[in-house]
């Protein structure tokens, strides 16, 4: 059974910095693939943010956030960062935590989800 646990969400200002984590159990790290972040805001579709491989060589971000986010592994740990920077209003949302993310469609999905942290930012 694999658990994804976020946490690191809550309220700042716009141009601020939060730094999300996201711990991994059920399986060897090596299992989760692909991991990655998707967010969701009041009254709209969730959408991917950003996204690692395994060895961490290859990251991916929606056009949003590039510039501004950062992802991050350590697989020692069994840990997935996400560093957001200069903050907008427009990124409030809940924040998910994704393992063995995929491509199909034309868009990111993942096969595990976890239960989502808080991101305000307040203009």
């Known amino acids: 059974q694999v658990q994804l646990v976020e946490s690191g969400g809550g309220l700042v200002q716009a141009g601020g910095s939060l730094r999300l984590s996201c711990a991994a159990s059920g399986r060897t790290f090596g299992s989760y693939g692909m991991m990655g972040w998707f967010r969701q805001a009041p009254g709209k579709e969730r959408e991917f943010v950003a996204g690692?491989?395994?060895?961490?060589?290859?990251?991916y971000f929606a056009d949003s956030v590039k510039g501004r986010y950062t992802i991050s592994r350590d697989n020692a740990k069994n840990t997935v960062f996400l560093q957001m920077n200069s903050l907008k209003p427009e990124d409030t949302a809940v924040y998910y935590c994704?393992?063995?993310?995929?491509?199909?469609?034309?868009?990111?999905?993942?096969?595990?989800w976890g239960q989502g942290t808080q991101v305000t930012v307040s203009s």
């Open positions: 994704a393992s063995n993310l995929y491509r199909g469609g034309g868009t990111w999905n993942a096969s595990y």
């Open positions: 690692i491989s395994w060895s961490g060589g290859n990251t």
